[in-house]
Nanobody
Framework: QVQLVESGGGLVQPGGSLRLSCAAS????????MNWYRQAPGKERELVAG????????NYADSVKGRFTISRDNAKNTVYLQMNSLYPEDTAVYYC?????????WGQGTQVTVSS
């Protein structure tokens, strides 16, 4: 069955860094656009970053441009989100998403807390 398993979340001080990973299985990974979304308490889920399936074109929310980097390793069926210069407002549950025309899969999420 389809699985998206996020890891790498945790507690970090403002200005710090974290690297999230999402391991995928059960579908043809290299045919899917991979995205990271986040949802903070009391707020709607928002797209943070995305990367297309083969060419690897990336896009970012304005709030994270220049601080976050999305990448993928199609040989390992894994997508990453490198997060630098973290702010308290980056605190949220981060979700991995796999999207193709007829399919949309989600992971369970990993908590990122930025606090001193």
């Amino acid at each position: 069955q389809v699985q998206l398993v996020e890891s790498g979340g945790g507690l970090v001080q403002p200005g710090g860094s974290l690297r999230l990973s999402c391991a995928a299985s059960g579908f043809t990974f290299n045919r899917y656009t991979m995205n990271w979304y986040r949802q903070a308490p009391g707020k709607e889920r928002e797209l943070v970053a995305g990367i297309t399936s083969t060419v690897g074109i990336t896009n970012y929310a304005d709030s994270v441009k220049g601080r976050f980097t999305i990448s993928r390793d199609n040989a390992k069926n894994t997508v990453y989100l490198q997060m630098n210069s973290l702010y308290p407002e980056d605190t949220a549950v981060y979700y991995c998403n796999a999207y193709a025309r007829a399919s949309d899969y989600w992971g369970q999420g990993t908590q990122v807390t930025v606090s001193s």
